[in-house]
């Protein structure tokens, strides 16, 4: 997929290893409402997000983002707000853009890499971005990460909140 993305003159806009964790209320009531809050550490800031799912033929989210320069500062926020660390997530991104699309190559442990297509724009530029890349819609999946983990791989982040590389940088 990368080469075929380089062939194809797209931009690499990134390349870290992203730490993320999730936070909900003790009650899990944000989850059930098909809502997070969300820190991202991409190695030099992090960044806070709220999430909303949006029901689609493609996974579709509402999300606000703030940037927040120290990762532990913005956990012990949400912390402060009375919010618990439910997931931590440990993973290896690429990220390119090409036509207003952003492919964001993930490797996680103990599970094949894989990509997800993703753009601002409105669901065409979704199709398109996955059909440069060789596949139909068909092949695709509107699950986010969790769901994904959990439905193909037996990897529940709410009995095992913890995924991550063995040998840390």
Known sequence: IISRLE????????????????YDFPDGHLSRA????RVRYDGKSAVVCSKRRIESEVYKKRQKRTLEGSF???CDILEGLGLVCVSEVHK???????????????????IPAYVEVESVGSEDFVKEGVELLGYKMSDTTNLNEKEVLKKFYGIDLSKAPVLKFYHQE
Request: hydrophobic fraction near 40%.
């Open 92 to 110: 290896d991104r690429t990220s390119f853009i090409l036509n207003g699309v952003r492919y964001g190559i993930n490797q996680l442990p103990r």
């Open 7 to 22: 062939f194809l003159g797209a931009e690499k806009v990134l390349e870290a290893r992203l730490i993320t964790k999730d």
């Open 34 to 37: 098909h809502l997070r809050y």
């Open 72 to 74: 532990d500062d913005a």
